[in-house]
């Protein structure tokens, strides 16, 4: 089941721009439609939702976050990281990177936010890592 959208929707398009997968589709000013075979079900659609109109695949509805810079990002504890690579590759829009070749012994190879503007919060570094070093935090209120 992926995330839906209610009758709610006021066909912004907001949704649109916000999907990595190029899932949701409709007409401006329309009910716009979740493509279950693209979705991933990563909840950006919900976080930008001016009407509330997503909900995800349990049926709850989606609270919007107004400012993206309140959305969760990922917050790695360096200490407990083992450099698997787990967060980098789950990151459906390469906002994870790992660190170049070279500097401290201890820095080498681990995941940093490349690209902190491209998080959608969707939270897949965090599940995915094997030692829990990822934790989505929520950003500034």
Request: glycine share 6%; hydrophobic share 40%; proline share 6%.
């Amino acid at each position: 089941m992926s995330y839906t959208i209610s009758d709610k929707c006021i066909g912004c398009r907001l949704c649109v721009r916000v999907c990595p997968t190029k899932a949701i589709e409709g007409l401006v000013n329309k009910r716009h439609k979740i493509l279950a075979e693209r979705c991933i079900d990563c909840g950006a659609c919900g976080l930008v939702c001016p009407k509330e109109a997503v909900k995800d695949p349990k049926g709850r509805i989606c609270q919007r976050v107004r400012l993206r810079k309140r959305w969760p990002k990922p917050v790695i504890d360096l200490k407990r990281c083992v450099a698997c690579r787990a967060c980098v590759e789950a990151c459906p829009v390469s906002c994870l990177a790992q660190n170049a070749p070279g500097g401290s012994r201890d820095s080498i190879r681990q995941p940093v936010m490349a690209r902190a503007r491209a998080c959608i919060a969707c939270g897949f570094c965090a599940r995915v890592c094997p030692v829990e070093a990822v934790e989505m935090v929520a950003g500034e209120v």
